[in-house]
Each structure stands twice: as structure tokens, then as C-alpha cells.
């Protein structure tokens, strides 16, 4: 699923519920999945893409596919629906994993979104010299 796009900030509130852009939450479709990234942020998908990436790990080798079902699924969210307000519930393990605070940061990244801690976000590694030289590539 394409479309997912735009940089957004919203707060959470004390109980951990986040605003997703309505935009955003019909992008996604529901139910929708959030998993804890490498990168520190967390990752929004489809059920569509949900469903490739479990595709996807189940042909890793043998060896491997016993931890990285332990990466994705025990720090994760699925078969969520945004409320009648757009806001989905962030379990706490998820918020402890993206820092996050009040102030947050969602990402629309093509093919899924990140949420990410405004703090965070703003200091994140800038990568803006590895991604000029591709972007020409691409003639953006």
C-alpha cells in the first residue's frame, strides 16, 4: 500500500492514546499492526503488508525465524482500529521501546508510517548525504 505520506504532530495523551491523521487511518485501512523498529521508532503497516512480512519470515532459514518472531511479535500491537476520535491506544511497552512522550512525530514512509518522539525525531542520525546522491539518481 502506497500513499502513506506527510510528517504530522499530534500529542499523546496521559493514558497513551495517539491521534492518527484521518488521512493516514484510511491509508492504512483497519485493522492496521505497530511493531518497535530497529531505528527506535515504531512502525505502522497495513494488514496487507502485516501479513507478507510474517510471508517473509517464515522463509528465513530455520535457525533464524525463532528469534525474529521474537523481535516482531513480542513487541508489538495487531489487529488495531483507530476509536470513534482516530486514536489508537499505545501499549506501554511500545511507548517505553519509541521513548515517547507527549509531542510526537508520525511519518508517512510509502508503504507504512513511523510514530516517533518529537525529541527523538529532531535528533535522529541525519542521513541527508547518503540520500542526495540517490535522490539525483532518481532525477528528484
Excluded at 515504531?42 to 510471508?55: G, S
Excluded at 514512509?109 to 539518481?137: C, F, M
Aim: negative net charge; hydrophobic residues 35%; aromatic residues 8%.
Amino acid at each position: 500500500m502506497d500513499g502513506l505520506s506527510g510528517v504530522f504532530r499530534h500529542t499523546m495523551d496521559a493514558k497513551g492514546r495517539l491521534s492518527i491523521p484521518s488521512r493516514l487511518v484510511k491509508a492504512l485501512g483497519e485493522p492496521f499492526h505497530i511493531f518497535g523498529s530497529s531505528d527506535g521508532c515504531l512502525n505502522v503497516y497495513t494488514d496487507q503488508r502485516w501479513k507478507q512480512l510474517a510471508e517473509e519470515i517464515e522463509a528465513l532459514p530455520r535457525e533464524y525465524v525463532r528469534e525474529v518472531r521474537r523481535a516482531i511479535y513480542n513487541n508489538a500491537q495487531d489487529n488495531l482500529k483507530a476509536d470513534d476520535h482516530g486514536r489508537v491506544l499505545l501499549e506501554k511497552p511500545l511507548r517505553d521501546h519509541a521513548k515517547l512522550q507527549k509531542n510526537i512525530v508520525i511519518v508517512g514512509s510509502g508503504s507504512y508510517a513511523e510514530i516517533w518522539d518529537e525529541t527523538e525525531y529532531e535528533n535522529r542520525p541525519k542521513a541527508e548525504a547518503d540520500v542526495q546522491p540517490r535522490l539525483r539518481e532518481l532525477g528528484i
